[in-house]
């Protein structure tokens, strides 16, 4: 069964910032990047529950890219899966 998979306003901005910071020095990874970021859209669309349990009502699966991997955190709604933010494993998330 596959569900809907929606991105919020936040997480968009957080795809357009990876896309961004990657694009400056390399644009085939900007790219790559995109795509593994939309094959996990369609992984978590058919299997919701595939993310690791993180935070109160979240899942959390991590992305293999380079050295580290996006890590897309989303929570089950009513209609399919809320993705709330995408992070680079290796990104500083304190500041």
């Known amino acids: 069964m596959t569900v809907e998979?929606?991105?919020s306003p936040r997480s968009l901005a957080d795809r357009d910032r990876i896309f961004d910071?990657?694009?400056e020095s390399d644009r085939a990874a900007a790219d790559?990047?995109?795509?593994?970021?939309?094959?996990?859209?369609e992984e978590i669309a058919a299997f919701p529950a595939l993310g690791r349990p993180a935070r109160k009502d979240y899942?959390?699966?991590v992305l293999?890219?380079?050295k580290g991997g996006y890590e897309i955190r989303y929570r089950l709604i009513q209609i399919g899966v809320?993705?709330?933010r995408i992070f680079?494993?290796?990104e500083d998330r304190t500041g």
């Open 5 to 7: 998979v929606r991105l």
């Open 21 to 23: 910071f990657l694009v």
């Open 32 to 41: 790559k990047a995109l795509a593994v970021l939309t094959k996990g859209f």
């Open 59 to 61: 899942r959390s699966p």
């Open 64 to 66: 293999r890219f380079g």
């Open 82 to 84: 809320l993705v709330t």
């Open 88 to 90: 680079h494993t290796r």
